[in-house]
């Protein structure tokens, strides 16, 4: 099979090579990216990670703000060689005239990268559905999950919207609180929980 493709490729215009050159790079690397982003590695070194904070009251849409809007992102390039790719190999029979294939294609690519945005922004959207504004919980009732000292910090699991969070408490009693107590949230201070067992 792959002595047929090279025989295949070997025949093809140049335009054609490149188009198929820029197709399966392109294919690989979004195979690999999309592989490592499942296994939850391989983003840090991208230029559209997002570095978004859900807490609190953002004021506005924090996606905006993002990286992954940049459209000049690794990935983004990816998307645009994907489209740009494999549209030109797509339509290279039915467009003869190589300025208007190759201009089909550009725009291909442009659409690529829009769509695989959109798609991108719809799952961070998704994602901050189970975010928690820490203030929220204020009068709740959790359970120690780190035993709190008199005089020092110690961790409770608190349920927001469905999701447990662990974060740091502190007691307002004189006398330490277990592990598996209930308290109840009085007050945040900053980013700890200020509790009272109940």
Partial sequence: MIHEFNAYFQAQTSLMQMYWVIAI??????????????????DSGDASDVDVSFD?????????HSGAMHLLSIRNVIYFMLGFGWSGISFHRAIENQIVLGIVSVLMGCLFVAIFLALFRQMLKLQ??????????????????MRIPADGMGKVQVSFNGSVQELDARSICS?????????RVTSVVGRVLIVEEV
């Fill in 25 to 42: 790079f392109s294919s690989v690397v979004f195979i690999v990216q999309m592989v490592l982003s499942f296994l939850g590695v391989g």
């Fill in 128 to 145: 901050s559905n189970g975010a928690f504004d820490i203030n929220d919980a204020v009068g709740k009732i959790c359970q120690v999950y």
């Fill in 175 to 183: 006398d330490p609180i277990p592990s598996g107590a209930k308290v």
């Fill in 56 to 64: 609190g009251d953002s004021g506005g849409d924090a996606l905006d």
